[in-house]
């Protein structure tokens, strides 16, 4: 699963959420995301190699909270 807008670090991720940005979540496979509950993320997004992940709780698609 990836973000949108694509973080080049956690750390950008979690000063968007914080601030109340809208950052959602997408699925570029076959097995589509998760629009509430929990999800795991990497990024930044391919073909650059994946630096960070984080698992995030998620409300209509919404990214709410960084987990960890």
């Not at 979690?14 to 995301?33: D, L, N």
């Not at 998620?58 to 909270?65: A, F, P, W, Y």
Request: aromatic share 14%; proline share 10%.
């Amino acid at each position: 699963m990836y973000c949108m807008p694509n973080f080049t670090f956690k750390k950008e991720l979690k000063a968007a959420v914080r601030v109340g940005e809208i950052v959602s979540i997408y699925s570029p496979g076959p097995f589509p995301a998760n629009q509430n509950g929990v999800e795991y993320l990497e990024g930044p997004h391919y073909p650059k190699p994946h630096s960070w992940y984080a698992k995030v709780q998620v409300v209509e698609g919404r990214i709410v909270k960084v987990l960890s």
